[in-house]
């Protein structure tokens, strides 16, 4: 049975790999391609240029405690090695076979493909995107390793992962970041749209440990690093988004029900100013909203 991919990113795993017919979508000979088949853990290696390079402990003991008890129920995809001769390098599925590892299984299924290296590292990243394992650092790193060594453009890129070419450009800002940033992304610590702000800001680093230290959000770090890059005050930390009154709730809740779609209400209490937004799931549902207030609007006059 071929393998589910998720058809809506890009060329995905399906065109990059071949599932339902590994000749004819990728263009390889009867020879280059091998069905699937057992071989000894030990002499599968990861690949050096793998694009994630944390994998999550609980995760790997969770994956290895169900293949104890199902085995490997998606092959793990490989090359033969280009260092060493008779073994082969993972394309995809190296956390299988660590869990694999820790399940202390001696073999593990495979087929085999002869990739070249920019084949390699497109599978490897749309793999990575398509489970989203890849923290936005590694996957920042990722583009700019295609685009350097491969000659890609961020359009031509942006095609291969299912991304646009604004999001390959805004992942490859953070890069230009300092490390002691980049570090506080690839923890988890500091969001990708809390660093994104402080892109080329001469304090990045103070800014990003006060972020983290205050728990502001992605549009305080925003104003933040304005108002700091305008030649302003930045030791005043922006204002937190204040507490919701019961009333203010009620009538959230009241209006949502109403209206059958969500409902929010941002009120000053200073001014008694604020604003009403009303969220809609999709263009037809957006149609129906508008269609709704008409009808509101016109039997009310």
Known sequence: M??????????????????????????????????????????????????????????????????????????????????????????????????????????VPVIVRDLDDQKVMEIALVENIQRSDLSPMEEAAAYRALIDRHGYSQEALGKIVGKSRSHIANTMRLLSLPEEVQALVEQGVLGAGHARALVGHPDAVALARRIVAEGLTARDAERLAKRGSQGKDSSRTPRRKREKDADTIALEEDLSA?????????????????????????LEDLDDLCALLTTVSLSAG
Do not use: C
């Open 2 to 107: 071929a393998r589910k991919t998720h058809k809506g990113l890009g060329r995905g795993l399906g065109a990059l790999i071949g599932d339902a017919n590994p000749l004819a979508e990728t263009g390889m000979s009867a020879e280059a391609a091998s069905p699937e088949r057992n071989l000894p853990i030990e002499i599968l290696h990861p690949n050096p240029h793998q694009p994630r390079r944390r994998f999550s402990d609980d995760e790997l003991s969770e994956l290895a405690a169900s293949i104890r008890e199902h085995g490997i129920l998606q092959p793990i995809i490989v090359r033969p090695d280009p260092e060493r001769q008779g073994e082969f390098q993972i394309v995809a599925g190296e956390r299988r076979w660590r869990a694999a590892q820790q399940a202390r299984l001696h073999e």
């Open 258 to 282: 109403a209206l059958r779609r969500r409902v929010r209400i941002d009120h000053d209490p200073a001014t008694g100013r604020g604003r009403l937004v009303l969220e809609y799931a999709s």
